[in-house]
């Protein structure tokens, strides 16, 4: 599989990769490496990398953990009646950069691969590789950050590319190669592969071995793998070129890079295309055989293009009312929304579109059971299992950024940054009305509480009539204290009330309407709700209704935002500062503009901080980044009319609330 398929965006030839030697006046790229030692003109080698020695490693790391996901969930809790939880798997393979020059913490631009649809993955692999730049590519910290929030694995990418796209047996051997120490043979690419995704904060490597070698060296291949599984719990996936089942004889046998006798070699396989239903019955036994299970036997559907069989054959990996008999591999995912940069206004729209087209259907429903697309047939999954919860309903990504109802950035082509992205909801999106009343579900990017993007709810209400959406799947156990906080703009109609919606665990499709009150009259209002009356239940189903009273003379046309939805138990204070802002390096990018490297101190408790914020000035009106890492590149600073700039960053609590103070310092132009 090539690293860089057609429609999509194409690495960047060598002559503009970045410079290693220009250490920190370069911006903190991603790195990537060969094997080594046999290396192309100005590439490097893993083997010399050390996160010691490395000035932009920092910059790269994610920092969010990888959350665990709701056991035991009722089956009545998936969208769609066709699909199964807990069996088959979805990986995917999608390429949010090229190989080069791939920014570390977010782009200076809105139009970015802001993948949202985490509930029905469980692999994200970072798809990148080019035979004369780098063939080892670890994944971007800020995309691992959003990954790891929803509970899905990320995989950084390992690329042996065909003879016809500059591949060379040599770097095979170089992977392979042993060295001994103390009299036990070690295999110095892979311990530095290890090194890489605990220090980077990310979970496996993606095997793609499509160069010709020969039989002593596949063997060496599997010695490889199978060491490193042994000596670490860094996984791995094989995929091999033209193997379109699990197979465990002739010349095309497969099994012993799974299974090689009692050696785990990889975690899993990816079945090139190919395959039919017999060869999934066949690489079932094959699995059993060699004593693995047949789920970690992944069959590839390609999406560059147009194939009209894949929903057919999803399934056949996943039947309707019967187990999985697989996972599925999804390669080049990102291709399912590629489009054109321009126009810049019509972007966001087809993105969501195309995005919402292929995982919940053109109906953008998951309960519909006529789309055999991935909701029906992979259950929703969450990570939403303590308290507190808070969503800004965040993208990720956005034209503007906002902080407690109001613009602090905006201009330029926007940004995007997926460490920030929120939990988005579990069900988008599933509506419900009675009467004549009408609703539509959306994320919306002209306003938003906090971050880029908000929920919009538009449509109609008709006298006594209601209109009801659910949002997240959920498994939190509420207290005495627990309350909701919602934030939002709604009708001030006085006929109109707005409820949030609860279902609990022992009647999981049941929901039941808690009202939301509020004093205020305008603008972005706080509605809050106790739910103490369920204290000691389990809470699964979260979402709001509209209603409108039947005494209304007609009916109530809206348009809400909903900015924030916070489940708390007591209330929200300020975070504690970061201290020790410090300019690490400054490098001027043009007369009267400068890029910086920015590190800072955490406060000794961090457990309510949820990221920070770079601000101009000593105040929280001018943002300019923000990152729940301790280090930031700012790569455009504009002088403007200053001779010396403040910089201030605060700490950002889970609600969004900012430090009551920051850590400042002064750039002198």
């Not at 599989?1 to 920190?24: C, I, N, W």
């Not at 790391?61 to 088959?88: F, H, I, M, T, Y």
């Not at 160069?211 to 094989?238: H, I, M, N």
């Not at 939190?476 to 109609?493: E, G, H, N």
Request: hydrophobic share 35%; with cysteine.
């Amino acid at each position: 599989m090539t690293t860089h398929p057609p429609g999509s965006e194409a690495p960047r030839p060598a002559s503009t990769l970045v410079d290693r030697a220009s250490g920190k006046d370069a911006p903190p790229y991603v790195p990537y490496w060969h094997p080594g030692p046999t290396l192309p003109t100005g590439c490097a080698s893993i083997l010399k990398w050390s996160a010691a020695t490395d000035v932009n490693a920092p910059f790269n790391r994610s920092v969010v953990a990888l959350r665990p996901r709701a056991k035991d969930q009722a089956p009545e809790l998936r969208a769609n009646s066709r699909a199964r939880a807990g069996e088959g798997r979805v990986m995917s393979c999608a390429q949010f950069w090229g190989t080069g020059q791939n920014w570390p913490q977010g782009v200076s631009d809105h139009r970015y691969y802001a993948f949202s649809h985490w509930q029905y993955l469980d692999v994200l692999v970072f798809w990148a590789g080019v035979a004369d730049a780098g063939l080892i590519c670890p994944p971007n910290g800020h995309v691992t950050d959003a990954a790891h929030r929803n509970g899905v694995k990320v995989y950084g990418s390992v690329f042996f590319p065909p003879t016809g796209d500059g591949g060379n047996k040599a770097w095979v051997e170089d992977f392979v190669r042993t060295k001994t120490v103390n009299g036990t043979v070690t295999y110095p690419v892979t311990d530095k592969l290890i090194e890489a995704a605990r220090y980077f904060g990310f979970d496996g490597w993606f095997i793609n071995y499509e160069t010709p070698t020969d039989a002593v060296t596949e063997a060496g291949l599997r010695a490889a793998l199978a060491y490193a599984r042994a000596k670490s719990t860094v996984e791995f996936t094989w995929y091999e070129g033209g193997r379109r089942e699990l197979t465990g004889a002739g010349d095309r046998r497969n099994d012993f890079y799974l299974q090689d006798g009692s050696k785990r070699v990889c975690d899993s396989v990816f079945i090139d295309y190919g395959w039919d239903n017999a060869a999934i019955t066949r690489s079932i036994a094959t699995a059993k055989k060699i004593t693995r299970d047949p789920l970690d036997v992944y069959y590839g559907l390609e999406l560059v293009r147009d194939v009209p069989e894949n929903p057919a054959l999803a399934r056949l990996v996943c039947p309707v009312g019967a187990s999985h008999r697989g996972s599925l591999a999804l390669y080049a995912a990102h291709t399912v929304s590629n489009q054109p940069k321009e126009p810049k206004d019509a972007w966001l729209g087809h993105f969501y579109r195309a995005e919402a087209d292929f995982w919940t259907g053109p109906c953008h429903n998951p309960s519909d059971t006529g789309w055999p697309g991935i909701a029906a047939h992979i259950g929703e999954r969450t990570t939403i299992t303590s308290l507190p919860f808070v969503t800004h309903f965040n993208a990720g990504h956005g034209t503007a950024y906002h902080h407690a109802g109001a613009k602090v950035s905006q201009g330029g082509a926007g940004w995007a940054n997926l460490s920030l992205q929120d939990i988005l909801p579990t069900y988008r999106w599933i509506t419900c009305c009675t009467g004549n009343s009408r609703l539509a579900a959306s994320l919306a990017f002209d306003d938003a509480w906090e971050g880029g993007s908000c929920l919009r709810l538009t449509g109609a209400l008709a006298p006594r009539y209601e209109a009801c959406v659910r949002l997240y799947q959920t498994q939190l156990a509420l207290a005495t204290d627990t309350q909701l906080t919602v934030r939002a703009q709604t009708p001030s109609d006085a006929k109109f009330s707005f409820c949030a919606l609860i279902a609990l665990g022992g009647e999981p499709t049941d929901l039941v309407p808690v009202k939301l009150s509020t004093t205020d009259t305008s603008g972005w209002k706080t509605y809050t709700a106790d739910l103490s009356a369920y204290s000691g239940k389990n809470l699964v189903q979260l979402g709001l209704k509209l209603h409108l009273d039947r005494s209304a003379p007609t009916d109530l046309a809206y348009d809400i935002k909903v900015g924030q939805m916070a489940l708390h138990n007591g209330t929200f204070t300020a975070p504690p500062p970061p201290t020790g802002l410090t300019i690490d390096h400054a490098t001027a990018t043009g007369s009267d503009r400068k890029a910086l490297r920015l590190r800072w101190t955490p406060p000794a408790e961090t457990g309510a901080i949820r990221h920070y914020a770079l601000h101009r000035g000593t105040g929280t009106a001018a943002h300019l980044g923000a990152t729940p890492n301790t280090v930031y590149y700012l790569d455009r600073l504009d002088k403007g009319s200053d001779t010396t700039t403040t910089l201030t960053v605060t700490s950002v609590g889970l609600d969004g609330t900012h430090s009551t103070t920051g850590a400042t310092t002064t750039l002198t132009w």
